[in-house]
């Protein structure tokens, strides 16, 4: 398998990466933090094929419920570039928004039901 080289940045651009993953089979997600953020992520894809080109210190890392799951965002400009999944921990997921040629309101990319697979609010 040969997958793509994704290129992506913040807003601001003091963060940047790369990561080998195609674009699709896009998603969203309807879980507390996502229904918020409103991003087109990336299918899941090993930490290995995720490199940090620049900015990794202005990083700031978001966890929340289980801890689990790792946000990672622009402290700069606010950002959401990439996170570590929680359902994986060995997977990651990018911010379709944040690469370099990809239209991500042009994907196909369906919500997926994280509310209910939170636990959040459940016994
Ligand atoms: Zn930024």
């Not at 195609?22 to 933090?33: D, F, M, Q, T, Y």
């Not at 289980?66 to 606010?78: E, L, Y």
Request: charged content about 20%.
């Amino acid at each position: 398998m040969n997958p793509t080289t994704l290129k992506g940045a913040c807003h601001c651009g003091a963060v940047t990466f790369e990561a080998d993953t195609p674009s699709e089979p896009a998603v969203r997600c309807n879980c507390s933090l996502c229904r918020r953020r409103g991003a087109v992520m990336s299918p899941p894809f090993p930490r290995d094929r995720l490199r940090i080109l620049s900015g990794e210190n202005e990083l700031a890392l978001y966890e929340f419920n289980t801890q689990v799951a790792k946000h990672f965002f622009c402290k700069r400009c606010g950002i959401y570039t990439f996170h570590q999944t929680r359902s994986n921990p060995d997977m990651w997921r990018v911010n379709l928004g944040c690469i370099d040629g990809v239209d991500a309101y042009s994907l196909d990319a369906p919500v997926a039901d994280g509310a209910s697979h939170s636990v959040v609010g459940k016994p």
